[in-house]
C-alpha cells in the first residue's frame, strides 16, 4: 500500500508542477481530490485492508490529500500572478500618445478665426478684454463721440430695448463701447482686443443680425500712427499667411478716431473668383485711427498727456475672406455638412508656433 500511495504522490505532484495555466491546475485539482478523484477512489479501498493496516493507511492519505492541496495552492498562486502580469504588459496604453479626437467634432470657422486672431494679437502682448453684449446709449454711443442725432443710431441699424432708469439699453452695435470701459477702469498703458458678439438690424449675404468683432485699443504716452500702421501690416499677412500681403490705408471717418483710416488688402478680381494677395484690386477688410481726444477726456484720461489709436474688424468677414465662404448667413444654419466642409479639429489650436490654419 505504502508504495502505492508513494507512486501516486509522485504522479501528483508532478501534475500539479506541470499544469501550465490556471484552468490546466484546476483539471489536475478535480482529477486528484474530487469525488472521482484518484486519491478519493483509492481512499474508496481502505475498506478492504486488514485492521492494523487501515488506520495507517488512512493517516498517509490524509497526509498525501494535505500535500496536494498545498502544492496546488501554491502553483495557483504563481500561475495567477504570471497571468496577471502577461496581461498587464499586454493591456499596456501609452498615456503620451495624443488624444484621437472624434471623427464628427469640428471646430466652427468662426470660433477658428477667432482662436487665430487671439494667438496673433497674443503674441505682439495684447491682453483680452469683455463687456456686456446689452449696452447703455452712454458706452454705446455718447462716449465714443456719436452724439444724438448721429445716424448710428438711428433704430433701423440698432435693436434697442424696453427703457429702463431713464436710459435705452441697446444690444451693443460694435466693440468699441469696451474701449470706454477699460479705460475707466484701468489705467494707461493699455493694451487691449476684445472679441465679442455685436448686433445690428441688416441682414443679407454678407450682413447678420448677430456678428461678431474684434476691437483693438492701445493708449500710452507716446505710441502714434506708426505702429497703428505696423501692427495692422503685420496681422493682416500673419492671419492670411501671405509675407509680402499688400496693404493699405485709406482715409476715413470714425466719429470716436481723429485721423481715421479705412484699411484694404491686396486682391484679385481676375476671372470672376477673388484671391487674396498682391493683385490689381483692393478688399476693405478694418476700420482704425487715433483715438479721439474726446474719447480720452470722456474716460477721464488727460489727452494732453496721453495718446492711442484703435481698430475694428468683422470676424464672421475676414473668416469668409479666409475660407473662402460666400454667404455669411451659412454660418448659423447649423447644417453638419457645412460644418463637416468648413470647421477644424478641437485640436489643432492654432498658435504663432504651432502654425496658424492656411
Ligand atoms: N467700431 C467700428 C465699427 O463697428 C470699427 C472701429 C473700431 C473703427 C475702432 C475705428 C476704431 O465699424
Known amino acids: 500500500m505504502a508504495t502505492a500511495i ?29 469525488r472521482k478523484g484518484a486519491i478519493t477512489e483509492q481512499m474508496k479501498t481502505l475498506g478492504q485492508l486488514p485492521p492494523d493496516e487501515r488506520r495507517a493507511a488512512g493517516q498517509a492519505f490524509n497526509a498525501l490529500k494535505d500535500e496536494v492541496a498545498a502544492a496546488l495552492e501554491a502553483r495557483k498562486a504563481g500561475l495567477e500572478s504570471a497571468e496577471l502580469e502577461a496581461r498587464l504588459a499586454q493591456e499596456r496604453i501609452d498615456v503620451t500618445l495624443p488624444a484621437r479626437p472624434q471623427p464628427d467634432g469640428r471646430l466652427h470657422p468662426l470660433m477658428q478665426t477667432w482662436d487665430e486672431l487671439v494667438a496673433i494679437f497674443g503674441e505682439m502682448g495684447f491682453v483680452i478684454a469683455e463687456g456686456p453684449d446689452i449696452e447703455d446709449d452712454w458706452h454705446n454711443f455718447t462716449a465714443l463721440n456719436i452724439p444724438e442725432e448721429h445716424p448710428a443710431r438711428q433704430e433701423m441699424d ?23 470701459r477699460t479705460m475707466l477702469t484701468q489705467k494707461p498703458p493699455i493694451r487691449i482686443i476684445v472679441p465679442g458678439r455685436t448686433f445690428r438690424s441688416d441682414h443679407d449675404a454678407t450682413h447678420s443680425p448677430m456678428f461678431h468683432q474684434v476691437e483693438g485699443l492701445v493708449i500710452d504716452e ?6 497703428l500702421k505696423g501692427t495692422l501690416i503685420e496681422f493682416c499677412r500673419a492671419f492670411f499667411g501671405i509675407d509680402d500681403l499688400p496693404v493699405r490705408f485709406r482715409n476715413s471717418h470714425f466719429p470716436f478716431t481723429e485721423p481715421s483710416a479705412e484699411v484694404d488688402i491686396g486682391c484679385s478680381r481676375k476671372g470672376g473668383g477673388l484671391t487674396i494677395g498682391a493683385g490689381d484690386d483692393w478688399l476693405e477688410i478694418l476700420g482704425s485711427g487715433m483715438v479721439h481726444p474726446k474719447v480720452l477726456e470722456y474716460c477721464g484720461i488727460d489727452s494732453t498727456k496721453y495718446q492711442g489709436w484703435a481698430f475694428g474688424m468683422g470676424i464672421e468677414r475676414i473668416a469668409m475672406l479666409k475660407y473662402g465662404i460666400p454667404d455669411l448667413r451659412t454660418m448659423y444654419d447649423s447644417d453638419l455638412r457645412w460644418l463637416r466642409h468648413y470647421g477644424f479639429m478641437p485640436l489643432d489650436v492654432p498658435s504663432m508656433l504651432g502654425g496658424l490654419a492656411r
Open 222 to 227: 507716446s505710441t502714434h500712427m506708426g505702429h
Open 158 to 180: 440698432t435693436f434697442y430695448l424696453q427703457e429702463h432708469d431713464g436710459h435705452r439699453p441697446v444690444l451693443r452695435t460694435h466693440t468699441s463701447p469696451v474701449q470706454i
Open 6 to 34: 508513494d507512486q501516486l504522490r509522485v504522479d501528483l505532484l508532478s501534475q500539479v508542477a506541470a499544469a501550465a495555466s490556471s484552468a490546466a491546475l484546476e483539471e489536475v485539482r478535480v482529477s486528484a481530490l474530487g
